[in-house]
């Protein structure tokens, strides 16, 4: 067991009972060695996304990018309608040139890259798109991009329209909001398999490519320079296994767009326990993984955030534990196939896990954040009295307006998809704040009592050492970390 796990478990053992697949689906993620971070980075080759992407806004959107190794690059983005990704409404098809540059010294194990765009064409999958997209250029520019589409253009299937031209000076793709900066930010990593599943596969390490994300806010989004990743593109030859549209997003390009194949739309079943599947990043920056429970008969929930300092998640600097009730849920109108909710925080236990988080904790105003001058690294303590903790940015009690999606993977595993948290560090506390994205997806562990997931061989458990059954006193929550990320940076 790698120490900071047994630090956890030596911790809190006896607060809290993990289920055996929760406690070995973070034993699997805390296991750093079968994760490694390239670099620098090798971009060169074709690289997918393994499922329906959902951006701010929201656009739903499934992207293949190719990397060449003169630097040139062709990236196709196909947008859709619906969020299933199967009704397409226009692709662009994007060439230039990227330069990495220096590792990142805001984002730890990011690497800077600049980028050149030459030219973005756009194709249009129906009449309407057609009309709706060139209305909103023709607005923006006032007249100026008027000559990207004639007037009076009907629309016919595979024309393809320039909206930008390096050579011509012309750029028209503002209206949609487009840029290209997710390519300043790239992390490339590998993940080796477990010894059982490559026995069984035959197949060892899967490549992903980490891209900046994009501001949660549309105004801010085309000067937004990213310090966090979107959803993880995978490499078209190294991808998980099985990946039923990996090939369909493989094959496309601007005038065949994926369609994908249709999934059942899973219910909101929130009950059980949900755990990180890798290590979360933050943008402004944090690294963290969560654990929270869901009760769905009295619609409590308590969530437990371990943060680091570290792009893997090794070196732990704070554990956040936050609970409160929940609002029944309403299917969301403004992004199709979310939930809305609300959250509200009434209680919250910190524990300091570093020195440098004890130390700042302990220098806090009195009153302000637990009892003055009794912190100490391991040791918890409840800043529900001192109604959150300034030094962290959190307040008690506090409300937050959410967005929930479920979703099966292909192992038969749900997944639990949270709002993205608002780019600028700010909570979503009001309802025009909500949330129009996800953030990366949590996995059901353990669900309504009896209901196990189907994914993990029980001998492989075995192995790991499942016959142990520490107690393990989890981990974090969503909505003061940005805040904290600030706190944090300024300590620093
Ligand atoms: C764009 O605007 C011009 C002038 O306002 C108008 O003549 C033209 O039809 C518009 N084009 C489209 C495609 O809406
Ligand atoms: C809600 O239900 C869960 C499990 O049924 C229980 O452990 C918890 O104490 C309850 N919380 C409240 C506030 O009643
Ligand atoms: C916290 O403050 C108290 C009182 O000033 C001091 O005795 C203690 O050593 C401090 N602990 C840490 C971890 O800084």
Redo the contacts with the bound molecule.
């Keep these: 067991m790698l120490p900071e796990i047994c630090l956890i478990i030596s911790l809190h053992a006896g607060k809290l009972r993990w289920e055996p697949e929760c406690q070995y689906q973070l034993r699997h993620l805390q296991d750093s060695a079968r994760i490694s971070a390239l670099l620098p980075p090798r971009l060169e080759g074709h690289w997918i996304s393994t499922g329906c992407e959902v951006r701010p806004g929201p656009e739903f959107l499934t992207r293949s990018y190719l990397f060449y190794s003169n630097r040139l690059f062709k990236a196709y983005q196909f947008y859709y309608w619906d969020p299933s990704c199967r009704e397409p409404s226009h692709s662009l098809v994007i060439k230039g040139k990227l330069r990495l540059r220096q590792a990142s010294w805001i984002t730890r194990g990011a690497t800077e890259a600049d980028y050149h765009l030459h030219k973005v064409g756009i194709v249009f999958h129906s009449q309407r798109a057609m009309q709706e997209i060139s209305a909103r250029i023709n607005q923006t520019s006032g007249g100026g991009c008027s000559g990207f589409l004639p007037a009076g253009r009907a629309w016919a299937p595979g024309v393809l329209y320039e909206l930008l031209s390096a050579k011509e000076g012309q750029d028209c793709t503002a209206a949609l909001g487009f840029t290209m900066h997710e390519l300043s930010l790239v992390r490339v990593e590998k993940h080796y398999q477990s010894p059982l599943h490559t026995q069984l596969s035959g197949r060892r390490a899967v490549e992903e490519l980490y891209l900046g994300d994009i501001h949660t806010k549309w105004s801010e989004r085309l000067h937004y320079r990213p310090t966090g990743y979107q959803r993880p593109l995978q490499s078209a030859v190294h991808h998980t296994h099985p990946c039923p549209v990996c090939g369909i997003i493989y094959r496309a390009d601007e005038h065949h767009p994926p369609i994908l194949p249709g999934k059942a739309e899973l219910p909101m079943q929130l009950s059980g326990r949900w755990v990180s599947v890798q290590c979360e990043i933050r943008p402004a920056v944090l690294f963290l993984t969560r654990y929270f429970i869901f009760h769905g008969t009295n619609r409590t929930w308590e969530g437990y955030y371990y943060h680091y300092s570290d792009p893997l998640c090794k070196q732990p600097t704070f554990t956040i534990y936050a609970s409160g009730h929940y609002t029944k849920g309403v299917p969301s109108s403004k992004v199709r196939g979310g939930t809305e909710l609300a959250f509200k925080v009434t209680h919250a236990q910190v524990t300091p896990m570093d020195?440098v988080s004890?130390?700042m904790l302990?220098a806090s105003e009195p009153g302000s954040c637990g009892e003055t001058?009794?912190?100490?690294?391991g040791m918890e303590q409840d800043i529900t009295l001192t109604n959150g903790c300034l030094a962290l940015g959190i307040k008690l009690p506090h409300t937050e307006y959410e967005l929930f999606k479920m979703e099966q993977d292909t192992k038969e595993r749900s997944l639990l998809f949270i709002g993205e948290r608002p780019t600028d560090g700010s909570s979503p506390d009001r309802p025009d704040k909500r949330p129009t994205s996800y953030q990366a997806p949590l996995v059901q562990c353990a669900g309504a009592p009896g209901v196990f997931s189907r994914h993990i061989s029980p001998r492989y458990l075995g192995k790991e050492g499942n016959d142990r059954n520490e107690a393990l006193r989890p981990l974090p929550m969503a909505f003061l970390l940005s805040l904290m990320a600030l706190q944090f940076l300024r300590w620093d």
């Design positions: 020195q004890a130390t302990n001058g009794s912190w100490s690294i």
